[in-house]
């Protein structure tokens, strides 16, 4: 693997970074998110861990602005400004009918177009989702029927969905969930090949920890609050780690 040149983890005064202070989510009765502090800059891969229940989809609904939350959250580029967050966002396997006829280049038309799909796409928006699917090495699947797609297949679909127009940021909920070893693997390496190439932020949330330490500059505990926050070995030998996810000791990476 080419190394990557990490951003500092501290200085946010010259690199671009999405801030999350004081965030805190209550549902009814209940803290479900209770002051979270996140920084998160350009470049960086941060794997967002934590047992079921701890909070972790609701923290990315609060970013996607689908949650209602006390705190705040921000976005400055390189030179300091504060500008408007780009987000893209691929949602945890969603389910789509095995017989569904509608195809990755319907789908892509209809979220990324301004014609309705009746009448038809003209030939810019084929050659355009040819585009987009090469960020995925998936020019291939144009045609395909979205209910045929494998569960990499989709995957590599909405992830070339998120990415146009390239984000700031990337969100993944549970990318690893369902795939097998070797699909893993070909995810980690196409996401760490896509931050490098467009510089861009990726937070995925994770239960699979093996990936971590080759793929993540950081990596964020939390159930409810943020439990603990550093490099993939120092959180994953940590007490709280090990006291998070009930195992006698820390875990070995
Ligand atoms: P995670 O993604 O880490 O598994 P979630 O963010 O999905 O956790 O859930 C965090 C907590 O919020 C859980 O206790 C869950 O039951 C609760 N929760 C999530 N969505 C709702 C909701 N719409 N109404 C009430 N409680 C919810
Ligand atoms: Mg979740």
Avoid: W
């Avoid at 006390?70 to 396997?93: C, M, W």
């Avoid at 009918?97 to 009448?119: H, K, Q, T, W």
């Amino acid at each position: 693997m080419i190394p990557y040149i990490r951003k500092p983890a501290g200085d946010c005064e010259h690199a671009c970074c999405l801030k999350i202070e004081h965030l805190s989510v209550r549902m009814g009765q209940e803290a479900i998110l209770e002051d979270v502090n996140l920084h998160m800059h350009c470049g960086q891969m941060v794997a967002l861990i934590g047992p079921n229940g701890a909070g972790k989809s609701t923290l990315i609904r609060s970013i996607l602005g689908q949650q209602e939350y006390e705190g705040a959250i921000s976005f400055h580029d390189e030179g300091g400004k504060n500008t408007r967050l780009r987000i893209g966002y691929v949602p945890q396997s969603p389910a789509f009918d095995r017989g569904d006829p509608v195809s990755v280049l319907d789908l892509f038309a209809c979220c990324i177009g301004r014609r309705p799909a009746f009448l038809g796409f003209r030939r810019p928006m084929r050659e355009k989702v040819l585009r987009c699917l090469a960020n995925v090495r998936g020019e291939a699947l144009i045609d395909k029927r979205i209910g045929a797609l494998s569960g990499g297949e989709l995957q590599r679909v909405l992830l070339a969905l998120a990415l146009e127009p390239i984000p700031n940021i990337l969100i993944l909920d549970e990318p690893l969930s369902g795939v097998d070893v070797e699909g893993m693997e070909t995810l980690m390496q196409m996401l760490d090949e896509i931050r490098r190439r467009f510089d861009l932020s990726i937070l995925m949330t994770t239960h699979d920890f093996s990936m971590l330490e080759r793929y993540c500059d950081r990596v964020v505990l939390m159930q409810s609050r943020i439990l603990r926050q550093g490099t993939p070995l120092d959180v994953l030998n940590s007490d709280e780690f090990a006291a998070a996810f009930h195992m006698g000791g820390g875990a070995r990476a």
